[in-house]
């Protein structure tokens, strides 16, 4: 059974230290005070600052515009023209939206979002103290601590080695523990967190049952978080329903609109080789050989479209790449926050409503609509 990786004290540090120096700055501006300079350029008082597409999108959400509808106008006019034209609507919503909070990166020295609250910011130091009393209080060891440069979001994933547990299927044996994050858009967020023994993969859970989320530190915020903390270690930090959900995505087809997606979703690290992980492009000529071709086809028949996996297969597909990507693609390194987010994205598939869970079982043979059988045909 492969070993679990943690990170060892000197790597600890390193990660305390970059996490403190990853901290966002917010600031308070008057909307009238921004200009949209391009999708990745404002002017705020006579300064260029740089904006990331995300924060664009953000920008664009407050001002009561889609970015895909800003795509579109520049599609037909210029882009100082798109630019002007939405500054014109920024301005208009001045009277509703007098104030923005901007999101600004140290790491990047860009803006990475905008937020029409000013909301309370938990600092990364006061969430590294509340985050390393829960590991240091659960015997946990840490196998993930992550910085992502683009949302500003701390991830950690810690597990208690003694925490196993199993779901009644051969060599499928687990080990608990949490992920715990800091935005500074959505706050602290708690959510289990496990791997599966027999590969070390990670993976984080996405069960609303064990999902809290924690905006601020004061006492009456955090009395219901150590008390929903307290329920997870009652359960051995297992998530709601584990052993259910797996069995269900053992036993489910995964469709075609599933495995696309989970073959995006590692196709940036991996490249070509997705496909060994995750065989869409077998499942793609299958289809083509009975003269279906899936470019043509909406999402929805997507979602009614099996394939030859499960959607367990899948989910591990992508929890073995975001564990195992140094190990397997020896031409570059994978960025740590790449990998935790692949975690978080294969939970959030296993915790989805299957696409095919709810197809019904037929009694008919596949050939029933020869002639013989049809009814109505048979009436002259």
Same mark, same amino acid.
């Given at each position: 059974?492969?070993?679990?990786n943690?990170?060892?004290?000197?790597?600890?540090?390193?990660?305390?230290?970059?996490?403190?120096?990853?901290?966002?700055?917010? !600031?308070a501006?008057?909307?009238?005070?921004?200009d949209?300079?391009?999708e990745?350029?404002?002017?705020?008082?006579?300064? %260029?600052?740089?904006?990331?597409?995300?924060?664009?999108?953000?920008?664009?959400?407050?001002?009561?515009?889609?970015?895909?509808?800003?795509?579109?106008?520049?599609?037909?006019?210029?882009?100082?023209?798109?630019?002007?034209?939405?500054?014109?609507?920024?301005?208009?919503?001045?009277?509703?939206? #007098?104030?923005?909070?901007l999101?600004?990166?140290?790491?990047?020295?860009?803006?990475?979002?905008?937020?029409k !609250?000013?909301?309370?910011?938990?600092?990364?130091?006061?969430?590294?103290?509340?985050?390393?009393?829960?590991?240091?209080?659960?015997?946990?060891?840490?196998?993930?601590?992550?910085?992502?440069?683009?949302?500003?979001?701390?991830?950690? #994933?810690?597990?208690?080695?003694?925490?196993?547990?199993?779901?009644?299927?051969?060599?499928?044996?687990?080990?608990?523990?949490?992920?715990?994050?800091?935005? $500074?858009?959505g706050?602290?967020?708690?959510?289990? %967190?496990?791997?599966?023994?027999?590969?070390? +993969?990670?993976?984080?859970?996405?069960?609303e049952?064990? !999902?809290?989320?924690?905006?601020?530190?004061?006492?009456?915020?955090m009395?219901?978080?150590?008390?929903?903390?307290?329920?997870?270690?009652?359960?051995?930090?297992? $998530?709601?329903?584990?052993?259910?959900?797996?069995?269900?995505?053992?036993?489910?087809?995964?469709?075609? +609109?599933?495995?696309?997606?989970?073959?995006?979703?590692?196709?940036?690290?991996?490249?070509?080789?997705?496909? #060994?992980?995750i065989p869409?492009?077998? #499942?793609?000529?299958? %289809?083509?050989?009975?003269?279906?071709?899936?470019k043509?086809?909406?999402?929805?028949?997507?979602?009614?479209?099996?394939?030859?996996?499960?959607?367990?297969?899948?989910?591990?597909?992508?929890?073995?790449?975001?564990?195992?990507? +140094?190990?397997?693609?020896?031409?570059?390194?994978?960025?740590?926050?790449?990998?935790?987010?692949?975690?978080?994205?294969?939970?959030?598939?296993?915790?989805?409503?299957?696409?095919?869970?709810?197809?019904?079982?037929?009694?008919?043979?596949?050939?029933?609509?020869?002639?013989?059988?049809?009814?109505?045909?048979?009436?002259?």
């Open positions: 059974m492969p070993q679990i943690t990170l060892s004290k000197s790597l600890v540090n390193e990660r305390r230290a970059i996490t403190s120096n990853a901290q966002t700055l917010r !600031k501006v008057p909307v009238r005070d921004i949209i300079v391009s990745s350029i404002i002017s705020y008082q006579g300064r %260029y600052v740089e904006i990331t597409p995300k924060a664009f999108g953000q920008l664009m959400r407050l001002i009561g515009m889609s970015k895909t509808f800003a795509n579109q106008f520049e599609a037909l006019f210029s882009p100082e023209t798109k630019a002007k034209f939405i500054n014109t609507m920024k301005n208009a919503m001045a009277a509703n939206l #007098n104030e923005i909070t999101v600004m990166s140290p790491i990047q020295k860009k803006i990475i979002g905008f937020s !609250k000013a909301e309370e910011l938990i600092s990364n130091e006061r969430f590294l103290d509340l985050a390393e009393g829960i590991i240091g209080d659960h015997s946990m060891e840490i196998t993930n601590w992550s910085v992502d440069s683009n949302n500003g979001a701390v991830t950690i #994933n810690a597990f208690n080695p003694k925490a196993q547990f199993d779901i009644g299927i051969a060599d499928e044996v687990f080990t608990a523990g949490l992920t715990m994050k800091n935005s $500074p858009f706050g602290i967020q708690i959510m289990p %967190y496990v791997n599966r023994l027999w590969c070390a +993969n990670g993976c984080t859970t996405a069960m049952a064990d !999902k809290y989320t924690l905006h601020n530190l004061n006492q009456e915020s009395e219901p978080f150590f008390n929903h903390l307290s329920q997870l270690r009652k359960n051995g930090f297992v $998530p709601t329903g584990f052993k259910d959900t797996v069995n269900r995505a053992m036993n489910t087809s995964a469709s075609l +609109n599933e495995m696309e997606r989970a073959h995006r979703m590692i196709q940036p690290i991996v490249g070509e080789r997705a496909d #060994n992980w869409l492009h077998d #499942n793609i000529a299958a %289809y083509h050989a009975i003269n279906v071709d899936t043509e086809l909406s999402t929805e028949q997507k979602k009614r479209s099996k394939t030859d996996q499960s959607v367990w297969s899948i989910v591990n597909g992508v929890t073995h790449v975001a564990t195992h990507a +140094n190990d397997i693609i020896l031409d570059k390194t994978i960025d740590e926050a790449d990998s935790t987010r692949l975690m978080v994205n294969a939970g959030t598939l296993l915790a989805k409503d299957f696409d095919m869970a709810n197809e019904m079982p037929s009694p008919f043979a596949k050939n029933v609509l020869k002639e013989a059988t049809q009814i109505g045909s048979l009436l002259n």
